[in-house]
């Protein structure tokens, strides 16, 4: 999970973005062919992965971009909360670590990325019975 986070802001900075927000972290999400989203796609039936991915990217580049990048980029305001959403989750379900399918399943309350995920045909609830 601290990789995915620091993948994030990665993600944000090489894009230009001053501030990583939730589809920063949706595209890390879904970005390997072995990464949480991609295994999530294979399980859920009609969902393409090259589509979720399009479809994130898209988002992506309508996101604000410094030139030059900046030299640091911080999380926003609503990916702390979808991060604080994810460690409730993880408690909840009694699990000591924030895993990645709480922060994939935490995605669905930003509205950009789970607009960006439904029109994929991944919905919360297709996602959530792919991960448990």
Do not use: M, W
């Not at 949706?26 to 479809?55: K, M």
């Not at 930003?110 to 919360?124: F, H, N, R």
Request: proline content about 4%; overall charge neutral; aromatic content about 2%.
């Amino acid at each position: 999970t601290a990789k995915a986070i620091e993948r994030t802001l990665a993600v944000a900075r090489d894009n230009g973005n001053s501030v990583a927000d939730p589809i920063h972290l949706a595209v890390v999400l879904f970005e390997n062919d072995d990464s949480i989203g991609a295994r999530v796609c294979a399980r859920s039936d009609g969902v393409d992965l090259n589509i979720v991915r399009r479809n994130l990217q898209k988002l992506l580049l309508k996101k604000p971009a410094q030139i030059p990048a900046p030299l640091d980029t911080s999380p926003s305001t609503s990916l702390s909360k979808l991060l604080q959403r994810a460690t409730k989750a993880s408690k909840a379900n009694g699990d000591a670590l924030v895993a990645l399918d709480h922060l994939l399943i935490a995605l669905y309350e930003d509205s950009e990325a789970k607009g960006a995920l439904q029109e994929s045909l991944l919905t919360k609830k297709v996602a959530q019975a792919a991960v448990d």
